[in-house]
């Protein structure tokens, strides 16, 4: 075997390797917020590619006079459940239908199971220089005066330079989640995430017998939801195929 076909063959290994890592870290738990070892050794709750990103990126802004905190990071399958199942009973006893119930929950918080914050990729920010009043994330606060305001302007000048990217983006032709300034996604990860995410049968996996409204969510639903909300993100953070 000459030189040439052997580091053929060396740099063949190497790739199969690099895919086989690839696929146990984007294992069907981990994708779906259940798998939370990886990211319990790291007190922010972030995988270790991403903190490392977002420290950088944090350092930068400190440099500009802003003190990045992260409000949300990784969320597991069960918190999440629990955060639908107390909107979902909360609404009820306002007086919602089951649908109107559903849609209003989906405006912001996701299925369990369906959240980018499952994935050790995703981080929901504020400036952590100004003192908190009230709820943070709220969109009036990264506008006009409002407190986030120039951590906003300076995220959406510098935060790609990092690989972050805002998946909900502030454009009317996206469907899906509402406009959420503070949330950003790394995004060398997250895209092949979600390309990986999509090849799970959602169908399947989405149900749990503890779901308040579970009834109401049907394949057709599942599908919709997909389409609108899972998909209904910025289209730099789409998996080209
Ligand atoms: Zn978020």
Same mark, same amino acid.
């Given at each position: 075997m000459?030189?040439?076909? #052997?580091?053929?063959?060396?740099?063949?290994?190497?790739?199969?390797?690099?895919?086989?890592?690839?696929? #146990?870290?984007?294992s069907q738990d981990l994708l779906m917020g259940k798998e939370d070892s990886k990211l319990f050794s790291n007190s922010i709750g972030l995988l270790s590619?991403?903190?490392?990103?977002?420290?950088?990126?944090?350092?930068?802004?400190?440099?500009? *006079?802003?003190?990045?905190?992260?409000?949300?990071?990784?969320?597991?399958?069960?918190?999440?459940?629990?955060?639908?199942?107390?909107?979902?009973?909360?609404?009820?006893?306002? *007086?919602?239908?089951?649908?109107?119930n559903i849609k209003k929950i989906i405006e912001y918080s996701t299925l369990p199971g369906t959240s980018r914050h499952h994935w050790g990729t995703d981080v929901d920010i504020i400036d952590g220089s100004i003192p908190r009043q009230g709820d943070v994330l709220i969109t009036e606060k990264f506008h006009g005066d409002g407190p986030y305001a120039a951590l906003r302007v300076w995220m959406e000048e510098n935060a790609s330079q990092f690989g972050f990217l805002r998946p909900y983006s502030m454009d009317s032709e996206r469907k899906g989640f509402k406009y959420e300034p503070w949330h950003?996604?790394?995004a060398p990860l997250a895209i092949p995430m979600l390309k990986a995410y999509?090849?799970?049968?959602?169908? #399947? #996996?989405?149900?749990?017998?503890?779901l308040e409204g579970r009834e109401y969510i049907t394949p057709l639903f599942i599908k919709k939801y997909i389409d609108q909300n899972i998909l209904g993100i910025s289209s730099s953070l789409k998996p080209s195929n």
């Open positions: 000459n030189f040439k076909s #052997l580091s053929l063959l060396v740099l063949i290994i190497n790739l199969k390797l690099l895919f086989a890592q690839n696929e #146990l870290n984007f590619e991403t903190a490392a990103a977002f420290e950088k990126m944090k350092i930068a802004a400190q440099k500009a *006079g802003f003190k990045i905190e992260i409000v949300s990071a990784y969320r597991s399958f069960n918190r999440q459940k629990d955060i639908w199942n107390r909107k979902y009973r909360s609404n009820e006893i306002n *007086g919602f239908s089951p649908d109107e950003y996604s790394y999509l090849n799970l049968d959602l169908n #399947l #996996l989405l149900v749990p017998e503890d």
